[in-house]
């Protein structure tokens, strides 16, 4: 699978990153690059291999359902780019 | 530049336990190096007010005769680790003026212990780079020079903290390791630097790159700084989901020098073609210094090391893609709002706030996690990760260590490797097989190469095992007896 400027600017879209035409085109040959080195996984043998997400043997633990932490609203908000009463504010989500 | 500066963290300890100086006057000393050497770039923030703030209650507290690990020393924090009221960006602009209102875990454990933070040290934009060459603050310079006097990079990730140590503005730095960041730059550094084992040091507060992979270690000058620094820095956390709960050992009571009784590994596969002559040499040479200290050498094989980068290079950026996705200009950090939608604000703070090499791996990530592309990349990296610890866990059924370069060459010029990332990403080729395996792994400095910069040597363990790592690793640079020091610095003590 090779990457072209379509594929880069719908995973641009994807990941919310604005991409101009010319900076797509400017990033297939890099991209491709790291595709068609990744690529090479598809030589190894993993019939039968479980996948591996954690290399740590734990247990997720539980924990007591109790409010431990909260009454910081103040230091939620201290690095908001912008709020008002309380709450971030957004540019208009609906039209 | 002052004498106090070329200390180890250990020698600073027992002189401050003996009253030879005071923890004011050696915050003082690392306080006038720092402003001596901003030609290196090293820190993103300085906080001398806050250092001296901590020295003079190190001093009161070691007067109560209550001194702690670290007591009194000053340390360079990596600004991937959140501080208190401390500006904390990940060399990204997309961070630039976030102040935390909370203290990470690992630093929390360090200021308890005595630890006096000099200031924020830079790194590759989000840890992501083997160069210190992608952060928004600047590239990061090398106190090594080769002959030709050209700039190096210090190595990345953790370049800031390594030039740091290395330039003896700090005693010890924190470092993060996803895929090499504390082993590479310390082996370019001419330094000691631990990746502990994944689950040793919490990661809560730590800006996340890759989480199943990051973990928090220290660089310093010695193996046996390392050692006390990371009693401190580790231990249980029941704010991270993946801390292990389990005691720390007392790592510094394993340094012994000697390694009778030991079988060291050595990985065939890490004999590649294209191995520069002068790392090949340095690993042959500390090969014979383990036998020399006791040791016994056994082949081993790693029979999927040549997959271990591209395993990395899809599982790293779809776990990034995923953390970084908390960037949207709404709780914290840049907003860059032209009058669109919500989706245009997105799209456009994060087209501003990322460098051009984490947008790469955001993308990547996206990529190899978008429906179609799952089984085909993602789930078949986790699959041969499995293969990748497989090879690790067999291999330690005939050795307690293995024994490696750090990297495949020395540190190089700034701006070299730029053109092509695969190049950049083949730094990391030996540090990359422990970070997928979550094995504990160390670099410790060994000797010089022709040009007059440092090489290091990789020595990794057992799970849990890093106190036989440590032991290997000061029992051969007991042997090395590496002691040269950045001829910047002989300069400026000549000037």
Redesign the interface.
């Known amino acids: ?1 090779s ?1 072209d400027k379509q ?2 600017l719908k ?9 101009t035409d010319k900076e797509a085109e400017d ?1 297939v040959g ?2 491709d ?3 068609g ?6 030589e ?1 043998d ?1 019939d039968d ?8 043997d ?1 247990d ?2 539980l ?1 007591d359902d109790v409010v431990n932490d909260g009454n ?1 609203q103040d ?2 908000l ?5 709020s008002i009463e309380g709450f ?1 504010v ?4 609906v ?1 | 530049m002052s004498d106090l500066t070329h200390l180890t963290i250990a020698q600073a300890l027992s002189g401050l336990k003996n009253k030879d100086f005071t923890s004011v006057e050696l915050t003082e000393a690392h306080i006038n190096a720092m402003q001596d050497a901003r030609d290196l770039n090293a820190f993103i923030v300085e906080t001398p007010e806050k250092a001296m703030e901590q020295a003079k209650a190190s001093d009161a507290r070691r007067a109560s005769g209550d001194a702690g690990l670290l007591e009194g020393i000053p340390m360079a924090i990596k600004d991937l680790f959140c501080t208190e009221g401390v500006q904390t960006t990940a060399s990204s602009k997309i961070l630039e003026g976030f102040i935390p209102q909370y203290e990470s875990t690992v630093t929390t454990n360090m200021f308890r212990d005595g630890a006096v933070m000099l200031g924020k040290v830079g790194l590759d934009e989000f840890a992501m780079g083997s160069s210190n060459t992608t952060s928004y603050f600047g590239n990061i310079i090398n106190p090594w020079k080769a002959n030709d006097g050209k700039d190096l990079v210090p190595g990345g990730s953790s370049g800031g903290s390594a030039a740091a140590v290395a330039a003896r503005i700090a005693m010890g730095a924190t470092g993060t390791d996803t895929g090499g960041s504390i082993r590479q730059p310390a082996a370019f550094c001419g330094l000691a630097g631990i990746k502990p084992t994944y689950g040793r040091c919490s990661r809560w507060g730590i800006i996340a790159f890759a989480s199943s992979l990051d973990q928090a270690g220290p660089i310093a000058r010695t193996s046996e700084d390392c050692a006390i620094m990371l009693e401190s820095m580790a231990g249980f956390d029941a704010k991270d989901s993946t801390s292990a709960d389990k005691p720390v050992p007392k790592f510094t009571e394993s340094l012994t020098g000697d390694m009778k009784g030991l079988r060291v590994g050595i990985p065939k596969e890490y004999r590649m073609d294209g191995t520069p002559d002068e790392i090949v040499k340095i690993w042959d040479q500390g090969i014979a210094w383990a036998k020399d200290a006791g040791a016994e050498i056994v082949d081993v094989s790693l029979p999927h090391t040549k997959y271990a980068l591209p395993t990395y290079y899809i599982i790293a950026p779809a776990e990034a893609s995923s953390n970084l996705s908390r960037y949207d200009g709404v709780r914290y950090g840049l907003r860059v709002d032209e009058g669109g939608n919500l989706n245009d604000m997105y799209a456009k703070t994060r087209a501003e706030g990322f460098g051009d090499e984490v947008k790469r791996r955001i993308m990547i990530g996206a990529y190899v996690l978008s429906a179609g592309y799952y089984d085909a990349y993602y789930i078949k990296a986790q699959k041969v990760r499995r293969l990748i610890l497989n090879d690790f866990i067999k291999a330690y059924e005939q050795c307690d260590v293995l024994l490696t370069p750090t990297a495949p060459s020395s540190a190089f010029a700034i701006g070299e490797n730029e053109d092509d990332p695969i190049k950049m990403y083949l730094n990391d080729v030996f540090t990359v097989p422990a970070s997928l395996a979550g094995v504990p792994g160390m670099s410790i400095p060994a000797g010089l190469d022709a040009k007059g910069l440092p090489l290091g040597l990789q020595i990794l363990g057992r799970p849990w095992d890093e106190a036989t790592v440590l032991k290997v690793g000061h029992a051969i640079e007991q042997k090395a007896g590496f002691n040269a020091i950045p001829q910047s610095l002989l300069n400026k003590k000549a000037a």
Request: proline fraction near 6%; glycine fraction near 0%; charged fraction near 25%.
């Open positions: 699978m990457i594929t880069v995973v641009a879209n994807l990941s919310r990153i604005e991409v990033m890099k991209l690059k790291i595709i080195f990744v690529e090479q996984l598809s190894v993993t291999i479980e996948p591996l997400a954690n290399v740590v734990i997720l633990r924990r910081c230091k939620v201290a690095n908001a780019p912008d971030y957004v540019p208009k989500v039209e």
